[in-house]
T-cell receptor
């Protein structure tokens, strides 16, 4: 069964550093998403992406964040200058229509 | 009112019990509805979509009440392996739309 994959599974970085989180969505899916979950809190939407552009972004997704689909398979989330409060689990998801399937996540720790 | 709200839990039930979770949503124009299961520190895994007519998948039954703006999940004959956090998710648009998650309800099934 096709699945969403994400790398790395864990990332530790220093405050102010740039990080890139990578995702490979399910191959025939059209819509791509990033969500985050701070420990003990709910899953929060960050951004959705369709047809090579952002279709919606949340208030969390400020100028420090960017997304890219550099080739036909990868979908990346870049955080330009990480803050302590960016420490969270980041989930990529993809969908063909409404139903979204999630990757295993990247646990980001900012020190 | 929160966009998506769930029973706080935790629910502690014996094996074999029937347990029901409710979830309310604030946007009456919401289009699609889902239950996800999340195991500790893992990604949300789709349990089932929720259709207007209600739907069943084995021991799991989901219902949607648009008039009262709530969805429910019923688990019959609980198994130890059902222990997890159950997330209600609402898509306010349609295909490609973001998911808005509730905070989750923790279920613990005891022998």
């Amino acid at each position: 069964e096709p699945e969403v994959t994400q790398t790395p599974s864990h990332q530790v970085t220093q405050m102010g550093q740039e990080v890139i989180l990578r995702c490979v969505p399910i191959s025939n899916h059209l819509y791509f998403y990033w969500y985050r979950q701070i420990l003990g809190q709910k899953v929060e939407f960050l951004v959705s992406f369709y047809n090579n552009e952002i279709s919606e972004k949340s208030e969390i997704f400020d100028d420090q964040f960017s997304v890219e689909r550099p080739d036909g398979s990868n979908f990346t989330l870049k955080i330009r200058s990480t803050k302590l409060e960016d420490s969270a689990m980041y989930f990529c998801a993809s969908s063909l229509y409404e139903t979204q399937y999630f990757g295993p996540g990247t646990r980001l720790l900012v020190l | 009112r929160k966009e998506v709200e769930q029973d706080p839990g935790p629910f502690n039930v014996p094996e074999g019990a029937t347990v029901a979770f409710n979830c309310t949503y604030s946007n009456s124009a919401s289009q699609s509805f889902f239950w996800y299961r999340q195991d500790c520190r893992k990604e949300p895994k789709l349990l089932m979509s929720v259709y207007s007519s209600g739907n069943e998948d084995g021991r799991f039954t989901a219902q949607l009440n648009r008039a009262s703006q709530y969805i429910s999940l019923l688990i019959r004959d609980s198994k130890l392996s059902d222990s997890a956090t159950y997330l209600c998710a609402v898509n306010p648009y349609n295909q490609g739309g973001k998911l808005i998650f509730g905070q989750g309800t923790e279920l613990s099934v005891k022998p």
